[in-house]
């Protein structure tokens, strides 16, 4: 039995995010956390500027790229002093321009496109002071990182093999192992990938129950197609027209069978290296800056042994 592994992590994930809002809930006892985050976010990938972070907006054609953006709802859950654990639901929408890259040869290129991602993070936060306890002010760095999903727009290839026709429209038997057509169409759907989220941050804890603070976070992905630049097998359609079946079969056309089944993959494959873009190992990354505001609210904490 063939086991995705990607969808199996996705879920547990999902199950995860579930789990901690309840077990939060029951848990009144504790510190909890309620904010909100805005801020940028740019993709690092094949296609568009390599900046890690800071990406420029660009200032014509706003109708077309829109502007790089992040926007976040938060919930926290301090269990003591130092230690956090962060749920976001999260949406970002990046720009990949290569008219503004650095390189020589992407600027030449042109390519250029949009992305939009609905995201949902579970991140652990560690802070150097603990900023968590009741108190009036206080400032402290933090680390923290996680497991994230994201849903974002992907490339769809659909693949119909089909026989050549006659004037009248009619299937004609192929002569020889390529004497069929091949005709392919690019679409676009949604396809969701795992992310690795983590990064630093300074959070400043005033009046009591409000905290300020800005982080970077940076998120490799386990996709290549969120600039479009790759499409995964998984996001290929392929189909057999069955005018003319097999030897000895009600539903399974001949062109499904070698010579030309061999031929058809062929095909399929240079489709998919024609459309490729740049280096098919090394996945895109997401990456922000962001300022956000929270507030704590429930009964103060007891951080005792």
């Not at 993709?43 to 420029?56: E, H, M, P, S, W």
């Not at 639901?89 to 250029?112: C, S």
């Not at 991602?117 to 579970?122: G, N």
Request: charged share 20%.
């Amino acid at each position: 039995m063939k086991i995705d592994v990607q969808s199996f992590m996705l879920k547990k994930v999902i199950y995860s995010l579930i789990a901690l809002f309840f077990i939060s809930v029951s848990y009144k006892g504790q510190r909890h956390e309620i904010g909100v985050q805005l801020g940028m976010s740019n993709l690092v990938g094949d296609i568009g500027r390599t900046n890690y972070i800071f990406q420029k907006p660009v200032r014509r054609n706003i109708a077309d790229y829109g502007v790089p953006f992040y926007g976040s709802i938060l919930y926290r859950m301090n269990f003591n002093p130092y230690q956090t654990v962060r749920l976001n639901l999260a949406y970002n929408h990046i720009q990949f321009i290569d008219a503004l890259a650095k390189e020589q040869y992407r600027r030449n290129r042109k390519l250029w496109g949009t992305n939009s991602i609905v995201e949902a993070d579970l991140i652990f936060e560690y802070n150097f002071f603990p900023v968590n306890e009741e108190q009036k002010g206080m400032l402290s760095p933090y680390i923290f990182g996680g497991l994230g999903a994201m849903l974002a727009s992907a490339p769809q290839l659909v693949v119909e093999n089909d026989f050549r026709r006659d004037a009248n429209g009619n299937a004609i038997t192929p002569t020889n192992a390529s004497d069929f057509e091949t005709n392919s169409t690019y679409t676009s759907g949604k396809k969701l990938t795992m992310a690795i989220p983590f990064g630093v941050g300074l959070k400043y804890k005033f009046n009591y129950n409000w905290s300020l603070f800005g982080e970077f976070m940076f998120r490799p992905t386990f996709s290549d197609s969120i600039d479009y630049s790759m499409i995964d097998d998984k996001s290929v359609k392929v189909t057999y027209n069955k005018d003319i079946l097999a030897a000895g079969s009600t539903s399974k056309s001949i062109l499904q069978e070698d010579p030309y089944k061999t031929v058809a993959e062929a095909n399929v494959a240079k489709l998919l290296e024609d459309r490729q873009v740049g280096n098919i190992n090394s996945k895109d990354w997401v990456n922000t800056f962001s300022i956000g505001l929270s507030y704590s609210f429930g009964r103060p904490p007891c951080y005792c042994d």
